[in-house]
């Protein structure tokens, strides 16, 4: 089975940067569609950002954080990074790292994908 884990949350002031790092194992052959979500208390929760497979390389970025996060990979170490730049305190949240080997919906819709990790904490101050 997939297993998946965030690691990199914490506190950050306003205009800040952070960095996150999702560990994804127990595949053996292609990695699996991966994505990013966050969720802040009392708020559903959002899709980030997402990469395809090996041969779709396409990646998606929620509107809330284009231009301000980027997404990358490490396929031999089976890592999976968000680079957070120009932070607010909106973006105060639970983030989750999420896999899938199939997409039944879009790349940044929760259903898409069936291994989630547990979260990391962000927290940005004003």
């Known amino acids: 089975e997939v297993h998946v884990v965030e690691s990199g949350g914490g506190s950050v002031q306003a205009g800040g940067s952070l960095n996150l790092t999702c560990a994804v194992s127990g595949y053996r052959y292609s990695r699996p569609y991966l994505a990013w979500f966050r969720q802040a208390p009392g708020k559903e929760r959002e899709g980030v950002a997402s990469?395809?497979?090996?041969?779709?390389?396409?990646?998606e970025y929620g509107d809330s954080v284009k231009d301000r996060f980027t997404i990358s990979l490490d396929d031999v170490k089976k890592t999976f990074y968000l680079h957070m730049n120009m932070l607010s305190p909106e973006d105060t949240a639970m983030y989750y790292c999420a896999a899938s080997f199939t997409r039944a919906s879009g790349p940044l819709n929760r259903g898409s994908y069936n291994f989630w990790g547990r979260g990391t904490q962000v927290t940005v101050s004003s």
């Open positions: 990469v395809g497979g090996v041969i779709d390389w396409h990646t």
